[in-house]
């Protein structure tokens, strides 16, 4: 219970010319004593706040970037109407700088015996779960005199959901994924492909792929068409390690990672394919395996969310042995991790042959796009400086990648922006050169 600011103003001014003319504690009381009964009578009609009744509704997962409502239920089961200032407290990362105040404070009235209900709008900031943490109420009695205050529980979470901003490339993926599966005019062959039926030749069409026993039964020239594999396994790496946690541009390299994974399984899943995805520092953080195709996407999503980095040393020899046992049969294994060389050269290459040997290895990283600008930098000291140095970071990336490709790897190495569509193609061709 406490006396409100307008309490304390009232009081104040009703002792201010007591104190002039009849400075004496009798005067003042005697001044104040009807305050002091108006304020009484307004606690004795705030309505209590222990006794409210509140529960929550609303959503429970949102996409990074996008809006949440959390609505909050309170039921007055007093015999007196409530009066109150409310805040729904959530974790700073809830909102964006500046909107918490306007999204978090809530003044209900609330009839005695009824309810009504207040809405909460989250924007997150940050992947993972929010929790909700106390509803503080602070009662107020008719004269604004008096304010009874109690915090309440009411536990809620909502799932920060990684965006999927790659989504826009997926339709003209799809697009170069129906001409390889023969859908289109366009038709294309590769080693290791099913036949899949013939058509009459078009010009542009790869000589290899006319069927002359075909043609010698027909007037026009026959050529076949073929259809890349189904059913392949395709097993998405994570690394989540302290490489993953350096950010490039407004995201951390796992972001940019997970967005490219979520293309690509998007892809996979449509062509047939199958798809795990396996997280790894020196531990598995996350694993989801033998989802049918339609839950796939959503399976990862929801893995993806809880995933941060974690600031160690990724065991490369152990992530090694987990993939091999998570992918008993030849796959396509797509580890997104990072190009530094001292990881590489350390960690990963030692092991490689015992995925090469097994498994079709493609290693996707995140390249900064500030490095690129900082090379082409001039005009001053300190500019040439940076060019110089970023070209020598360039040059040692370009090295490891050139290592790896020596050992039969796949390599992808672009910026955020560019990483999940380069990935996306280099699954495509892998597919239409009959490598999967």
Known sequence: MAFTGRAALLAALGALPVGIWEPSWTGILAVNAPLALACACDAALAAPVRRLGLTRSGDTSVRLGESADVTLTITNPSGRPL????RDAWPPSSWEA?????????????????????TTRLRPTRRGDRRADRVTIRSYGPLGLFARQGNHKVPWTVRVLPPFTSRKHLPSKLARLRELDGRTSVLTRGEGTEFDSLREYVPGDDTRSIDWR?????TTVAVRTWRPERDRHILLVLDTGRTSAGRVGDVPRLDASMDAALLLAALASRAGDRVDLLAYDRRVRALVQGRAAGDVLPS?????????????????RGLAAIALRTAPRRSLIVLLTSLDAAPVEEGLLPVLSGLTQRHTVLVASVADPYIARMAKARGSTEAVYEAAAAAQAQTERHRTAEQLRRRGVTVVDATP????PALADTYLALKAAGRL
């Open 83 to 86: 009066r109150a200032h409310l």
């Open 98 to 118: 500046g909107t918490e105040v306007a999204s978090s404070r809530h003044q209900p009235a609330v009839p005695a015996g009824e309810r009504r209900r207040v």
């Open 214 to 218: 075909a043609t010698a039964r027909r």
């Open 300 to 316: 990862l999503v929801n893995t993806m969310a809880a995933l941060e980095p974690e600031l160690l040393e990724t065991d490369a």
């Open 417 to 420: 922006d560019d990483l999940a």
